[in-house]
């Protein structure tokens, strides 16, 4: 448990660190490709935001997902990529080929779908190769290029929103 802890703490100071060398870049880019990153501790319904990008006019086959869990039960079965923290390493990398993989695809649009944040999910989400990402305004500023101020519970808000403003950027 402590052990836990210290891993968290230390790949939470690795991510801020290079966060503060960030440097935003613009793109003008049609959104074609969607990446989804999803903390299942508080957000369930992951096939209900699918079926709204759908809706919205991204095709189902452009959309991937990867979810994040707390603790994985050893026996548990997912026909869904999934990674906890066992996957993240002390040096702040990830062990797992399913996590490496989804990192390096260059979406057009990567969604931070977690409002707590949590070691894994901020590298994840820092590490990605993604052009336009957005999240929650709960979440750290300087991961997202735009936030939107609900919380995970609100799916639907989140992605009326969500089109609301891609439509005005003309990512659409």
Known sequence: MFL???KDFSTKKIVKKSLSNVKPIASDKVIKTVGIIFDESYFYEREALVQELIQN???????KFLVFKDKI??????DYPVFSHKDLSWNGTFDKNEVKEFIAEPFDLWINYYDTEKA???LVSHLSKASFKVGFASVDKRLNHF????????YKVFMDELFKYLKILNKL
Not at 57 to 63: C, K, V
Request: aromatic fraction near 12%; charged fraction near 20%; hydrophobic fraction near 40%.
């Open 120 to 122: 894994a999910l901020l």
């Open 57 to 63: 006019g991204i095709e189902e086959n452009n959309i």
């Open 4 to 6: 836990n802890y210290f």
């Open 73 to 78: 039960k050893k026996n548990e079965v997912f």
């Open 147 to 154: 936030m939107i101020n609900t919380n995970a519970e609100n």
